[in-house]
């Protein structure tokens, strides 16, 4: 069973290669459309090749760090750095595959419409599924492969005996992979966001503003960029940001399993060697793989006079079809994979029994969440919905009245987004505690390829579009295009919507295994140095946001210039006989996005580190800090969403407000078009909502994720240190009125790796206080350390997996 | 001692009513300026008048609502009632002064700047310190004096026992005074900030730019309702903030100082009854009264041809000295009345000795951040300074990249805020707990009245220089009372950061005693629920702003519609002979911003109501009720913090930038002004500012304190339930392999009232779980419940304040 998974990517990876020599030996188009695709092609080539060099070095720093940690902290493996290192390979990766695809199929798809719609939309979503299927396979494969192989070095595999503690070991290690892949979603998401909004609003400045020329004319040096920033920000940014969740998501839906058979007694008799439900969120993701293959072989269209409805409905069908298939499969899964009944700790409440199918329950939950925010991004964002048409209206004031409508519409949608999101964590949660949790976002997110697919088809129209503009086509292929572009749009926006979804569950899943991780008692915000975190975590999307925004304007600002520069110095380019030096553009924008994004990706990463790390340099108690960063996480977590709703909903209307005037609207009794005062404030709100909906809205996802991980990562050093709190404890001397009650359960897996869980109680000035701890270490260490405790206790009970260990004695204080 | 802040209340206010009687003295001027004047006094009073009518179906609404509950739910009296109403009528009170006397002045001090600009300020500053004084003496005089009621009431006075749980009640009963004051401050923030832009929007837009008159111009006939609406946002909506805060604080360190006297063994040896911790913050208040008093009395300035420097320079003289003196005063107070060393529990820590000194350090804290904020606010919205530069840079590529930078300002402003907010928590609570928290902010609450005084002289001088140039005086007249103006703009800036700082301390106090009077053991956001309501109550203040924000646009609409119809069918208005209905005007921004606060109150008032009582009803746990609320407050005081510190530092660099080429600016090298495209970039960005920082951004501050009041007076309900959790827990039956070891604490004040703490450790399958819970009603109901803990112990402890009480027992259970 454990090799399910694996078959599965590898299913989905082989049809993945099939659809992609389909794709390529499509007619790739004349002279002068195969001109522009290579400049695309080569262009977002470039961008990939400096991002990797940077890549690089970034990976090589992690690497080390990651390393010396594992060497000085006896409770981490140097293995998380392979992990790690992989991770980031298998993202990189899929998002070359992507983007390789993405600029093949441009072309291909502006050829293709030169036959037939029906075509066209087969080209591009063939495109889309080639990326899709890349970015799930491979995710899904490297994970397991990752699992098997540390499944078998820690812990013999199925062969070996089962622990919970050596597989928190496994799956502690197994999180380096997750670092690897959200590490390079930070450069794909951030700096692509910036690299495509700094070519957009540079090329728009410039080309229609000031030289008055239209969009993806070939005469502006700008244009290939844009172009290229379509593919680097939108398909690459947006496959590396889901690669990342996706395998978080399974990561913490396998820790918080560990956690369900340590609740069960350490242990549990299936027919999956006890792992079942670690085994189970992998499997899901696995089915959901073949399932997603099944859902793009339903998108098509048959008529060639079909408009943006009948093509939104043929990717419907695909959706709806493989998210109804994705809860036929957990139903079967979750009730073949998982125990009939389970314990499941809920914190402050103690054990319950949960049956397998309250498992199923949060599952749907998942899945009716996924679709329901998507649902709300449509409403606040889709052309012809109340918000966009009273955007609209307020444009015919001005421009200070479209964007106060613009920011308050964004401002709003997060009414039912946030309202839904805290009923999808309360279900969840009261379905299967935070196991639920997890695996509602692994079933949202086993349709990962599906949305990939629908995803990425809408900037290869886009695209597809732009050729046959610039290539000169006849109009019936951009109007055909332009179809593809406008559903593509409309994809986009619920899109971002899954996105976000799919990040703030994973980032609550990656949370909740953090708490267990660290081994803290939960994350009490009534102590103020957790509550001062906890504002701390929520300024840094603000914060966050305002760089990447600020980001945008400067890379804008040198695209500018070039533009200028080579529209004054290059003789004839204006005439179309100058040819524009278009990677001089691609250049800038590749530069400046890999510069501009450092600062908000010192900020993710730095903060955490030195939340962690600088009060232990003081000598904080371990415990405590886990539990300020543990506040920060959460306040990063829940600004972000908001955030990232608002943002991306509000430059969602904007756009939407300012297409508006294209079809014509009614203001005040009057037909309004393109060129009107009023279209004028719309574009003033657009150019608002750019950054917003593409750069630091986005960007929120990989925010609020990376922190959670690095979070999950630092954990182990965190809760390791245990053993150094065992020690002061016994310290303190028993004073008369203190009564000292400790219970040991004292587990001995062999002579290097012992555990004793150490629970003190207290009674001192008639109050009581309980303090659990866990020490671990060699058996030497941790008998020592519990022999010490006995010194100072009143009484004493231990237990043990080794009957010669367990003891008992008390000594009566009666007042 | 007791009597001390109602003599010092009683002393501010006398000097009050005396430099009102001097301004009232001034000359009003001729008969054009008499004439403007009183418009805007009767505009105003019209407001009032409606706010009052609505005001007073609230109050009977909430009264009924109040004494309902304080019927059924046994922990609430009813004269919470009477504190409630007598709340809310002290502070319209007092906005009632301060509105009265900011409309005399304005045009007293038109006259005087026909004089001088020192005796143009002077009368300016008169009508602000008549405000603060009335606004700071009324908040402790009927907070001291209802104290005093009900400490005789309930507990007889210092001739009766000190109790804590007594001494609980009074301070619950007490919470109604400040809830009264903070639903005032709800209708005059937010109502206030909705018609005073309604107003200035709607004038601007007809007058300004349909008609082409100038600013301020009596032939628009809104121009009274603008000027009225500085007075009803600025200076009422001002007043009754700080008004709310001033009570809530004091009677949050009230609170905490209680739970002081309970970590001491609740009773403490002192020369104030025993309650000198209690006294403290009252003490506090009522010195800084007077130190305001000194303040204000330095302000003056002796040049006629002094200029905004030398203004700001009196203004900053009178501030700073009241600092420092009330830095010197708390000294005095703190090692005075409190006991040299003091035991205070921390949260996870037990109890730690605290010298008073270090509570001294607390204060200290609290006028450092006070003082630090407002120079945050100063940087990033200050003319001159690099922000603003950036801004008006950005404004030359258009309105969206102004809007873009301007929003971005607002953001980064966020971090060093929320920094020092974060660092400020962390500092006073390791200094001495959350009543260190309390006391910081009681510290930087101390110099309201002198704040007050230079917030509201702003407006004044505003409404003079609108008098001046409506009268058509002399340029020098309005050249003076312009000095005057600007000055004013950036002390209302710094005064917004004030505001919020002193709301963003005063919320977290409240949650301090919160948590205390709720008895729940800290707010754990790792259980689902708390973190489910966490990320709604981080979701209001974003809704809450775009419900603001919208009101705004609708106002104003109907605004502009009677503007156009009055130029329409008056005769000879434009032409200075019709005289235009200046009353319509002010009657619409009145009922519309009335009307439109009802939705975002109703979100404000509602939410924490439903997270209450619908669980309840339900069945719900009441303790994991008071934790999920705790969530919520937390979510709302978190983001609202960001929000207001987001908004009002945005509009505020936004109005700056655009007041920057009124002097003209330095663009690309070139000297730009008012007219330009970049000036008019730069009004758009304006437009967007103005209800953040006038409306959505200020009304952040009675959100987050008002959510928590509404907690606190929930609190005793929620806690007062605990009688039948005890009984819920004792019918548990004991496993054979459950241990379960009650500890009680039973203390008995008479047949009516007594108290049992009772922890109940439970060990079962190996795990540990402590229960504590209060147990509180009439003796015998105690004992009772008390007994049947017995049936299911296996070992019981009992301690009493009476002897025969006292028992113990056990069964081992050995495995």
Not at 10 to 31: E, N, P, T
Not at 231 to 253: E, I, K, P, R
Not at 393 to 421: E, H
Not at 692 to 713: A, Y
Request: net charge negative.
């Amino acid at each position: 069973m454990i090799y399910m998974p694996i078959a599965m990517a590898i299913l989905g990876l082989i049809y993945m290669v099939i659809k992609k020599s389909w794709v390529m030996k499509q007619d790739a188009g004349d002279g002068k459309m195969k001109e522009i695709s290579d400049h695309i092609y080569e262009g977002a080539l470039a961008f990939l090749n400096a991002e990797y060099r940077l890549l690089a070095v970034f990976v090589v720093i992690v690497s080390v760090a990651l390393a010396a940690v594992s060497f000085i902290v006896p409770t981490t493996h140097w293995l998380i750095v392979v992990a790690f290192i992989f991770g980031a390979f298998f993202s990189a990766f899929a998002g070359n595959i992507g983007m390789k695809i993405a600029t093949k199929t441009n072309v291909r798809t502006t050829q293709a419409a030169k036959t037939s719609l029906p075509n066209a939309l087969k080209v591009s979503f063939g495109g889309g599924t080639v990326m899709g299927l890349g970015v799930a396979g491979l995710a899904v494969l490297g994970l397991t492969v990752f699992f098997i192989i540390f499944y078998n070095y820690f812990m013999g595999g199925a062969t070996g005996t089962f622990s919970v503690d050596k597989m928190t070991i496994v799956l502690e290690t197994l999180a380096g992979f997750s670092l690897g892949a959200e590490s390079i979603a930070l450069f794909a998401r951030v700096g692509g966001g910036i690299y495509t909004k700094a070519a957009d609003v540079g090329a728009d400045l410039v080309g229609k503003v000031e030289a008055g020329i239209p969009e993806d004319d070939p005469r502006n040096p700008a244009t290939i960029a844009d172009n290229v920033g379509d593919n680097v920000g939108d398909v690459a940014g947006m496959g590396a940001d889901l690669f990342g969740s996706y395998v978080a998501t399974v990561l913490a839906a396998m820790v918080l399993g560990n956690y369900v058979i340590k609740d069960m007694g350490g242990m549990i008799d299936d027919a999956f060697g006890g792992i079942g439900p670690i085994l189970l969120p992998m499997s899901i993701a696995g089915v959901g793989i073949i399932i997603s293959v099944i859902g793009t072989m339903l998108v098509k269209i048959k008529s060639n006079d079909a408009k943006e409805a009948q093509v939104m409905g043929a990717l419907n069908i695909g959706n709806w079809v493989s998210i109804a298939l994705v809860a036929v499969s957990c139903f079967g899964l979750v009730t073949w994979m998982l125990p009939e009944t389970m314990q499941m700790n809920f914190f402050g409440e103690g054990l319950q029994e949960i049956s397998s199918m309250r498992v199923f329950y949060a599952t749907l939950v998942g899945l009716v969440v996924g679709a329901g925010i998507s649902s709300v991004t449509e409403y606040y964002t889709g052309l012809g919905k109340k918000p966009i048409l009273k955007i609209v209206q307020q444009s015919s004031t001005g421009a200070g009245t479209n964007i106060i409508a613009g920011l308050a519409t964004g401002m709003i949608s997060t009414f039912p987004s946030v309202l839904l999101f805290a009923g999808a964590i309360w279900a969840s949660y009261a379905f299967a505690g935070f196991y639920g949790v997890a695996l509602a976002a692994s079933a949202m997110m086993a349709t990962t390829a599906m949305q990939l697919a629908i995803d990425a088809f809408g900037p290869i129209s886009d695209n597809a579009g732009g050729i046959a503009e610039m290539s000169e086509q006849e109009p019936i292929v951009r109007e055909r295009t332009d179809i593809l572009d406008s559903v593509g749009n409309t994809t986009a926006a619920t899109g971002k919507g899954f996105a976000i979804a799919s990040a703030a569950l994973t980032s609550l899943a990656l949370f909740a295994a953090y708490v267990t991780f660290t081994g803290i008692d939960g994350i009490n915000i009534f102590k103020a140095p957790v509550l001062a975190m906890l504002f701390v975590g929520g300024m840094v999307p603000v914060v966050f946001s305002a760089l990447a925004m600020n980001a945008v304007g400067k890379a804008a600002m040198e695209m500018v210039q070039e533009v200028r520069r080579q529209f004054r110095e290059i003789p004839g380019i204006m005439e179309g006989t100058g040819k524009p030096e278009y990677d001089k553009c691609v250049a800038i924008s590749t530069e400046a996005s890999l510069r501009e994004m450092m600062l908000p990706g010192l900020l993710t990463i730095g903060f955490p580190l030195v939340i962690a790390f600088v009060p232990m340099i003081f000598g904080m108690n371990n415990m405590a800090i886990a539990e300020m960063l543990g506040g920060y996480m959460a306040g990063v977590t829940v600004s972000g969403v908001l955030w990232a709703i608002f943002q991306n909903n509000a430059g969602g209307a904007w756009d939407n407000a300012k297409k508006s005037f294209e079809a014509g609207v009614l203001i005040n009794g009057e037909m309004t078009y393109k060129g009107s005062e009023a279209h004028k404030a719309a574009v003033t709100g657009d150019t608002v909502g750019d950054p917003f909906k593409d750069t630091s809205g986005p960007s929120m996802n990989i925010l609020i994720k990376l922190t959670c991980l690095i979070g999950l990562v630092i954990a182990p050093i965190l809760g390791g240190h245990a053993v150094t709190d065992g020690v002061a404890l016994s310290e303190t001397t028993v004073s008369a009125n203190m009564i000292k009650k400790v219970y040991v359960q004292f587990e001995v897996e062999s002579d290097n790796i012992a555990k004793a869980v150490v629970s003190t109680t207290i009674l001192e000035n008639d109050k009581t206080e309980v303090d659990e701890r866990v020490i671990s270490g060699t058996f030497a260490e941790v008998k020592a350390k519990v022999d010490e405790l006995k010194k100072g206790a009143t009484s004493i009970k231990v237990k043990s997996n080794r009957a010669e260990l367990e003891e008992e004695f008390s000594v009566e204080i009666i007042k």
